[in-house]
């Protein structure tokens, strides 16, 4: 049996975490330029670099 330093199984989660929130940042601000894309507001541009 292999034996895992201490320390390697919470490194490995924060980068799987990490990888994680950055996958749904860039699906939420997509989703957020989608469905602001066609107000008739000008302020509405800028609320998906905000949310």
Same mark, same amino acid.
């Given at each position: 049996?292999? /034996?895992?330093?201490? $320390?390697?199984?919470?490194?490995?989660?924060? #980068? +799987? $975490?990490?990888?994680?929130? +950055? +996958? *749904?940042?860039? *699906?939420?601000?997509?989703? +957020?330029? /989608?469905?602001?894309?066609?107000?008739? #507001?000008?302020?509405?541009? #800028?609320?998906? *670099?905000?949310?």
């Amino acid at each position: 049996m292999k /034996s895992i330093k201490p $320390g390697r199984g919470p490194s490995l989660q924060g #980068f +799987v $975490g990490s990888i994680t929130a +950055v +996958v *749904f940042g860039i *699906f939420w601000m997509g989703m +957020v330029f /989608s469905i602001t894309r066609d107000s008739p #507001f000008g302020a509405t541009r #800028f609320f998906p *670099f905000l949310a």
